[in-house]
Nanobody, 124 residues
Framework: EVQLVESGGGLVQPGGSLRLSCAAS????????MGWFRQAPGKEREFVAA????????SYADSVKGRFTISRDNAKNTVYLQMNSLKPEDTAVYYCTGRRASFIRTMPDNYDYWGQGTQVTVSS
């Protein structure tokens, strides 16, 4: 059974930081590209970041570039999202995703596995 379990969400003040983690099981993590998406209330799910199986190819949404960093540890079957300089508009449910292919994509339909999501709220 494929499982993606996110953790690290919570409430943070504007300008603060959070680190999301996603523990993967049930599929070959080391050959899978991984990503993060988010969905705010009343909005469509949007791409945040993606990383190839080796970590050599990374992509970010323009809205988070320079503030967020995606990384992975294939030995631990875990992908991370370090979020700095958080803004109220970053408030959303953040989803960890994986795909059977090794290369990255930015559309939700290209991903095969999804976590349940973790809430990130940026507010003073």
């Amino acid at each position: 059974e494929v499982q993606l379990v996110e953790s690290g969400g919570g409430l943070v003040q504007p300008g603060g930081s959070l680190r999301l983690s996603c523990a993967a099981s049930g599929f070959t993590f080391s050959t899978s590209a991984m990503g993060w998406f988010r969905q705010a209330p009343g909005k469509e799910r949007e791409f945040v970041a993606a990383i190839s199986m080796s970590g050599g190819d990374i992509s970010y949404a323009d809205s988070v570039k320079g503030r967020f960093t995606i990384s992975r540890d294939n030995a631990k079957n875990t992908v991370y999202l370090q979020m700095n300089s958080l803004k109220p508009e970053d408030t959303a449910v953040y989803y960890c995703t994986g795909r059977r292919a090794s290369f990255i994509r930015t559309m939700p339909d290209n991903y095969d596995y999804w976590g349940q999501g973790t809430q990130v709220t940026v507010s003073s």
